[in-house]
Antibody, heavy 120, light 110 residues
Framework: QVQLVQSGSELKKPGASVKVSCKAS????????LNWVRQAPGQGLEWMGW????????RYAQGFTGRLVFSLDTSVSTAYLQISSLKPEDTAVYYC?????????????WGQGTLVTVSS | QSVLTQPPSVSAAPGQKVTISCSGS????????VSWYQQLPGTAPKLLIY???KRPSGIPERFSGSKSGTSATLGITGLQTGDEADYYC???????????FGGGTKLTVL
């Protein structure tokens, strides 16, 4: 069965960086794009961008001003999200989500989420 | 401020029907497919509807989706207490070149 398993919660200080992993199983990793979505406490969903798991080409949502890096290690079917220069407002649950084969930005499988807390 | 507009909350009695609206514009809903997600408390979102009106395997027929112009609607019939959750619409915005979501609607089954 398809699974996306993310790394555990993180507590970081403002200005630090964090790297979240998303390990896929149960399907061919390079056949489906992966998206990243975050949810601040008590708030809605915010799309952060996506990565083509076949080419490794990332696309980032505006508003993150170069602080995001999406990467892959296809040998272990794992995607990574790195955020630098963390701010308190980056406190959120971060999800990886597999895009359906149709490429219409529907997300059929989600990781369990990784809570990143940014606090001094 | 979300690009897509949803009512903050809806409620209905068990067994009844409820609809949740999602309003956008020509750059998003008007020219792209809409999906709907259910988020139970403390869990990740779950895909309910994709490509406006298709249900993934395992999603009951009680859940339906439709789209007209720049608006979309999620319908849920035969409401159950287990349907209490937050519901989000989502789509692509061609002008922003970004995925966009509604602000979410909290469903209460009275």
């Amino acid at each position: 069965q398809v699974q996306l398993v993310q790394s555990g919660s993180e507590l970081k200080k403002p200005g630090a960086s964090v790297k979240v992993s998303c390990k896929a199983s149960g399907y061919t990793f390079t056949s489906y794009a992966l998206n990243w979505v975050r949810q601040a406490p008590g708030q809605g969903l915010e799309w952060m961008g996506w990565i083509n798991t076949n080419t490794g080409n990332p696309r980032y949502a505006q508003g993150f001003t170069g602080r995001l890096v999406f990467s892959l290690d296809t040998s272990v079917s794992t995607a990574y999200l790195q955020i630098s220069s963390l701010k308190p407002e980056d406190t959120a649950v971060y999800y990886c989500a597999r895009e359906t084969a149709g490429g219409t930005r529907d997300f059929d499988y989600w990781g369990q989420g990784t809570l990143v807390t940014v606090s001094s | 401020q979300s690009v897509l507009t949803q009512p903050p909350s809806v409620s209905a009695a068990p067994g009844q029907k409820v609809t949740i609206s999602c309003s956008g514009s020509s750059s998003n809903i008007g020219n792209n497919y809409v999906s709907w997600y259910q988020q139970l408390p403390g869990t990740a979102p779950k895909l309910l509807i994709y490509d406006n009106n298709k249900r993934p395997s395992g999603i009951p027929e009680r859940f339906s989706g439709s789209k007209s112009g720049t608006s979309a609607t999620l319908g849920i019939t035969g409401l159950q207490t287990g349907d209490e959750a937050d519901y989000y619409c989502g789509t692509w915005d061609s002008r922003l070149s970004a995925g966009v979501f509604g602000g979410g609607t909290k469903l209460t089954v009275l």
